[in-house]
């Protein structure tokens, strides 16, 4: 299974768009990017996930480059609930495998 | 909105005593996940089961740890005897489907245990 690596920490305003990034040079051609995050002594939420295309919904918007090896999360107007960790998660056919995520904070 | 139940939130234990965590899926979820999350880190599978049956546990520490979905809804997983380093969140997620999908995993609260 392929694996991802992101950037530890990420600060943005609140207000401003949030966009965080995810390399996955190894991905193979039928593993989906999958993004879920986690508040603080929660459980993970699901938030998106995509093969080729670039997807949205209420909550993000993911962003594959063509040659799908990185994507891109985007929280169009980040609040300060939105403080988490962000993992990106390359899914194959077993399961998924989590790195460490990027710590996102959001800041008044 | 249906939940993955957890029980219980917080557990705190001493080393060599047995520990239980219960877990209730999404109703008619077929999948059942249990993880494992050290401070700091993502989450690490250590079991996986369709329905009763168990699909995945190479990294469930058989001397110690075991699972069981007996009836293929709710399950439990269990520590005996606990040592100081399983100390972490234990996580249990649910999906309609199994391998080889898309399938979204939602996840409970956790259930948080603190080995002395």
């Known amino acids: 299974d392929a694996k991802t690596t992101q950037p530890t920490s990420m600060d943005c305003a609140e207000g401003r768009a949030a966009n965080l990034p995810c390399n996955h040079s190894?991905?193979?051609?039928?593993?989906?990017v999958y993004w879920y995050r986690q508040i603080h002594s929660q459980g993970p939420q699901y938030i998106i996930h995509?093969?080729?295309?670039?997807e949205t919904n209420e909550m993000a918007s993911l962003i594959i480059t063509e040659d799908r090896k990185s994507s891109t999360l985007i929280l169009p107007h980040a609040t300060l609930r939105d403080t988490a960790v962000y993992y990106c998660?390359?899914?194959?056919?077993?399961?998924?495998?989590w790195g460490a995520g990027t710590k996102l904070i959001i800041k008044p | 909105e249906a939940e993955v139940a957890q029980s219980p939130r917080y557990k705190i234990t001493e080393k060599s005593q047995a520990v239980a965590f219960w877990c209730d899926p999404i109703?008619?979820?077929?999948?059942l996940y249990w993880y494992r999350q050290i401070l700091g880190q993502g989450p690490e599978l250590l079991v996986q089961?369709?329905?009763?049956?168990?699909?995945?546990d190479s990294q469930l520490p058989k001397d110690r740890f075991s699972a069981e979905r007996l009836k293929g809804v709710d399950s439990t997983l269990k520590i005996q005897p606990a040592e100081l380093g399983d100390s972490a969140m234990y996580l249990c997620?649910?999906?309609?489907?199994?391998?080889?999908?898309?399938?979204?995993?939602?996840f409970g609260e956790g259930s948080r245990l603190t080995v002395l």
């Open positions: 997620a649910s999906s309609l489907m199994g391998q080889g999908n898309t399938g979204e995993l939602f």
């Open positions: 109703s008619g979820h077929a999948t």
């Open positions: 089961f369709q329905d009763e049956s168990v699909v995945d």
């Open positions: 190894t991905i193979s051609g039928n593993e989906y």
């Open positions: 995509g093969l080729k295309n670039n």
């Open positions: 998660i390359v899914r194959g056919y077993y399961q998924l495998i």
